[in-house]
């Protein structure tokens, strides 16, 4: 028997089973998919967290502040352990002068991680706990729609989910099983608002097809209702378009707003680049739209991963409703709930954190 089961080869799997086997450990890591990487692999590979832990607790005020203090203060001895590694830096710095960070290559990150852990078992979900120990570490349940109907939004069928099709649930259902209790925020996910069908989405497109401008947009449903954007990251627009009829709106821009800049892009570089059949005229729009207006996008709300999920303690462990741990349980990632909540942090940097939190305390046991 293996001294440690690690399920799930993305992120916080691949953290945790590296770190557990530098300590020695016997590791198997398993995973559902017909590769490694989950989520990461997709992502734009920023790993990051906010210069100030006042603008973290602020930012998501929801979250438990001891795991938000880990993150804070373990991010950058991660990232320093990731490139030891080998991991490939592409870029210093967010481009956010609110956040910190690196920007690491996804392929290069994913095949250092796979290395450091000693190889994953491709195609081989964990379905039920083992005798052994084991880290959860599955990646949330966007890819579940009855979870996420269940939790999220009655228009979980109409959402695009931005993400890898198999984190499903399975660490949430089986720890749930095992007596594990959930943190605050199970309704809450991180997502972009993406061009709507007819426009069709590719994998590839996920991050250079995000309309990430709400803040210079006038957004609204398909009946013309408006939200106004309150946070940088916009989480709170594509949370409130993911709970609008079809779980689509429109971005309409005036003119003076195609020149702002969001990073390295202007608005009018991420309406171009939405593709022809999500633009609208805006005389075929369901609503008369502002005299001025120039352009109008056709979104709907995309998931990539949810916030909420098992309650955890700093160590990582699995916790029961009464606070106590459960043996041998551990969750890691977005697995884990109670670090985002009420707002968007990095989910890359969750998961560089706790997986490393779960290898040293199941090194410990
Ligand atoms: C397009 C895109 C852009 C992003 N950009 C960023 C960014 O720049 N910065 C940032 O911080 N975050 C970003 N993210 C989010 C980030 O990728 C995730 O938050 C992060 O990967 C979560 O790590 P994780 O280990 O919890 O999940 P994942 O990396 O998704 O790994 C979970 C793994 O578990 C596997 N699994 C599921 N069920 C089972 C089972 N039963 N048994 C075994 N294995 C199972 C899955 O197949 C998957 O491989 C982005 C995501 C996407 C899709």
């Not at 729609?145 to 649930?169: I, K, Q, Y």
């Not at 709106?249 to 999500?278: K, L």
């Not at 043996?327 to 990632?333: P, Q, S």
Request: glycine share 12%; hydrophobic share 45%.
């Amino acid at each position: 028997m293996a001294d440690l089961v690690v399920a799930g080869a993305g992120m916080a799997g691949l953290c945790a089973a590296a770190e557990a086997r530098a300590r020695g450990a016997d590791v198997v890591v398993v995973e559902k998919g017909d590769r490694a990487g989950g989520a990461m692999l997709l992502s734009s590979g920023v790993v990051w967290r906010h210069r100030r832990f006042a603008d973290f607790r602020a930012e998501c005020p929801g979250g438990q502040p001891e795991l938000q203090r880990l993150v804070f203060d373990r991010l950058d001895e991660g990232l320093a352990w990731l490139e030891a590694l080998g991991a490939p830096v592409t870029e210093r710095g967010t481009g956010n002068e609110r956040t910190t960070g690196v920007r690491f290559d996804t392929a290069g990150l994913t095949a250092a991680l796979v290395r450091a852990a000693g190889g994953v078992r491709c195609g081989a979900p964990l379905r039920e706990l083992p005798a052994a120990p084991v880290v959860l570490a599955t990646g949330g349940f966007a890819a579940s729609r009855a979870l996420v109907r269940e939790h999220v939004t009655p228009e979980a069928d109409a959402l695009l989910l931005r993400s890898t099709p198999w984190s499903e649930g399975d660490g949430l259902r089986l720890a749930l099983a095992a007596g594990a209790s959930t943190s605050a925020g199970m309704d809450e996910f991180y997502g972009r608002a993406m061009p709507a069908p007819p426009a069709r989405i590719e994998q590839r497109d996920f991050v250079g097809l995000a309309q990430l401008y709400a803040r210079h947009a006038t957004v609204t449903n398909v009946r013309g209702e408006r939200h106004v954007a309150t946070t940088w990251s916009e989480i709170d627009v594509v949370q409130w378009i993911a709970r609008q009829p079809g779980a689509r709106g429109f971005y309409r821009v005036e003119p003076d707003a195609m020149g702002a800049r969001v990073r390295d892009r202007t608005v009018a570089d991420m309406v171009a680049a939405a593709p022809a059949e999500s633009r609208v005229a805006l005389a075929d729009l369901p609503f008369d739209p502002p005299p001025d207006a120039v352009a109008a996008v056709r979104v709907i709300a995309s998931i990539t991963h949810t916030i909420g999920g098992l309650r955890v303690d700093e160590r990582a462990r699995v916790l029961r409703q009464d606070g106590t741990a459960i043996d041998g349980l551990w969750a890691a990632g977005v697995d884990a709930g109670g670090v985002a909540t009420g707002g968007y942090a990095s989910g890359l940097a969750q998961a560089l954190v706790l997986g490393l939190a779960a290898a040293e305390d199941a090194a410990l046991t």
